[in-house]
Structure formats: structure tokens, C-alpha cells
């Protein structure tokens, strides 16, 4: 089976679209590591495709403050203001839908999702020394995750951890060989916010028939997101980092 994988969304649409597109459809479901919403202005489209086409979701931290269920105190003054627009924005029903995400971990046939970390969903891990206590616990050889918006992961093999790369600047896509000797956790990057000097959207594609996970790039039309950023009334620095991949 070939599972589209997605994280940290963001309301981003015009990212989300050209995600989809470039897919093209060579996927049988759809799972969403976290964070539909936050910092960018389409929160409704992104909520309402999610809800009719991704077979799992997992809440981020963002969902969260959105949803009521955690307070505004841990997020920076950009992202609390971004995230009481969106609240402001959202229907009921849309509330609700966030506010019943399941925290992760959650174990499928082929791997887990997390948001954060498997021992807390709020959890960034960015460094090989802050992904090595994660492998014990994993239940599963793969994991995929979120939330630092940073495409790549850690690999163990032999009791040595190592760093899987994010997809070149030149290149559209990296393939990730799984073997029965290695446990991998993967991020597949940001569809809507990227924050590792590449600003186009990013995904990934388990294959568990091949046993290979793709991380992939796309191109999308950054400008759409950034005038609807300034018609919405969000932070400035919203589209700069949009722009920039930062």
C-alpha cells in the first residue's frame, strides 16, 4: 500500500493543492501527522479537506490551542495571534472536529505517527542526541512525525544513530531504502510552513510494498499565500517566512 504522508499543514492551500497535485493521485490513503491549522489564512478548506480525505489524523500543538484544549501560553506572540484569527475563523463543527483528534502515538500496519516525539506530542526533535531516547520506544520499525517542520529524520542501525537528509535544493525527491536491520523516524517536512531553507511544500510517500519511504519537494505559488496573509490581517513576518523557508 502506498500511504500519502502529511504534516503541519498550516492552512496553507495553495502548498496543500500543489502537494496533491504532484502526487497525482499514486496513493491508496492518506494520513496527517498534526497541525491543520496555524499562521496561515485558509484554515476552513484545509480543515474541511482533511476531514473527507485523510483516513488518520493526529492533533498538533496548534490544533489544540485552536480547539480550547490547551492555553495560548507556550506560543510566541505571532503564533498566539495567529492562532485567536484562526479560532475567530472557524466554525463550530470545524472546532470540534480538532478538538476530537487523537493525540499520538498511533500504530498502523506498516509504521507510527507521532507528533512531536512518542513520549511527548509536544516534543521537538531536531538533533541525533534528541532522537536517541525515541528508539526504544518505538513500536513499530518506521515512524513518521512532525512538528519542527524540518524534512529528514535519524535512522538506528547496529546501535549507531544517524541523520536521514532532507530532499536537495536541486532535486525533487530522495528515496529512503527500509531494511530489517534499521528502525527510521522520518519527517516528511511541512506541507505549509517550511523552516529548513527551502521554501517549497513537502511531503513524503510510504511504499509498503517496496519498503521505501520518498520525501519529495514541490513548488507552489507562495505569492497566493502571502496576499491572503496581508488581506487576513496576520503578522507580516507570516509571509516572510513563508518566502524565505525559515
Given at each position: 500500500m502506498r500511504t500519502l504522508i502529511l504534516a503541519d499543514l498550516h492552512a496553507n492551500w495553495p502548498a496543500l493543492e500543489a502537494v496533491l497535485a504532484d502526487a497525482e493521485g499514486g496513493y491508496e490513503r492518506i494520513v496527517c501527522c498534526g497541525d491543520l491549522v496555524g499562521y496561515n489564512p485558509d484554515p476552513v478548506r484545509v480543515v474541511e479537506?482533511?476531514?473527507?480525505?485523510?483516513?488518520?489524523?493526529?492533533?498538533?500543538?496548534?490544533?489544540?490551542?485552536?480547539?480550547?484544549?490547551?492555553?495560548?501560553?507556550?506560543f510566541n506572540e505571532v503564533a498566539q495571534a495567529a492562532a485567536l484569527w484562526t479560532k475567530a475563523n472557524l466554525g463550530q463543527n470545524h472546532i470540534e472536529y480538532l478538538n476530537s483528534l487523537p493525540p499520538g502515538p498511533i500504530t498502523l500496519e506498516d509504521f507510527?505517527?507521532?507528533?512531536?516525539?512518542?513520549?511527548?506530542?509536544?516534543?521537538?526533535?531536531?538533533?541525533?542526541?534528541?532522537?536517541?531516547?525515541?528508539?526504544?520506544?518505538?513500536s513499530s520499525p518506521v515512524a513518521l512525525f512532525g512538528h519542527t517542520h524540518?524534512?529528514?529524520?535519524?535512522?538506528?542501525?547496529?546501535?549507531?544513530?544517524?541523520?536521514i537528509p532532507a530532499v536537495a535544493r536541486k532535486d525533487r525527491e530522495l528515496v529512503i531504502e527500509l531494511d530489517s536491520e534499521s528502525l527510521i523516524m522520518v519527517n516528511p517536512g511541512s506541507v505549509g510552513q517550511p523552516r529548513d531553507n527551502d521554501p517549497r511544500a513537502a511531503y513524503a510517500i510510504f511504499d509498503s510494498a517496496q519498503r521505501i519511504v520518498v520525501l519529495r519537494r514541490v513548488k507552489y505559488p507562495v505569492e497566493k499565500t502571502v496576499a491572503a496573509i496581508n488581506r487576513a490581517g496576520l503578522p507580516d513576518v507570516l509571509g516572510y517566512r513563508l518566502l524565505s523557508g525559515v
Open positions: 479537506w482533511t476531514k473527507m480525505h485523510c483516513n488518520t489524523v493526529i492533533r498538533g500543538n496548534h490544533d489544540k490551542v485552536v480547539a480550547g484544549t490547551e492555553g495560548l501560553e507556550w507510527e505517527i507521532w507528533h512531536g516525539s512518542p513520549r511527548d506530542e509536544d516534543e521537538y526533535i531536531t538533533t541525533v542526541r534528541e532522537a536517541i531516547p525515541c528508539f526504544p520506544l518505538m524540518l524534512q529528514g529524520g535519524f535512522f538506528s542501525r547496529y546501535r549507531r544513530v544517524g541523520l
